[in-house]
């Protein structure tokens, strides 16, 4: 079992020099040996073909989880945009209210010192 174990942990290292060492195995076995070889590199290609999917589903995964994250950052931001465009108008209408007051002030002191 350890034997096929480390198989499968070559095979996903190096495929390409697996099923080359596989068809010099089968080769020179015969027959017998080369459907017992075939056999087994349908199950690696059958357990590789697995792996790929599910890492693939994986990274699938992750990239929903980041583009949740990226929207909600993005409509943070712009309610942050949105409040600080609120406290700029109402910091320039406070201003402009300051300046006619200002304006009214010195009409009624000019009024007053003539």
Known sequence: MAFLSGIAQ??????ALLASGLQLL???LGNGAGN??????NAL???SEIFQ????AEQLAHQERMQMISQSFDEMMDQKSESMREQNTLRDVNMAQRKADNAITKKFIESITE
Request: hydrophobic share 40%; no cysteine.
């Open 10 to 15: 070559f095979a996903e290292a190096n495929p």
């Open 36 to 41: 017992a070889g075939n056999a087994a590199m």
């Open 26 to 28: 089968t080769g020179s």
């Open 45 to 47: 290609a059958g357990q």
């Open 53 to 56: 999917t599910s890492m693939y």
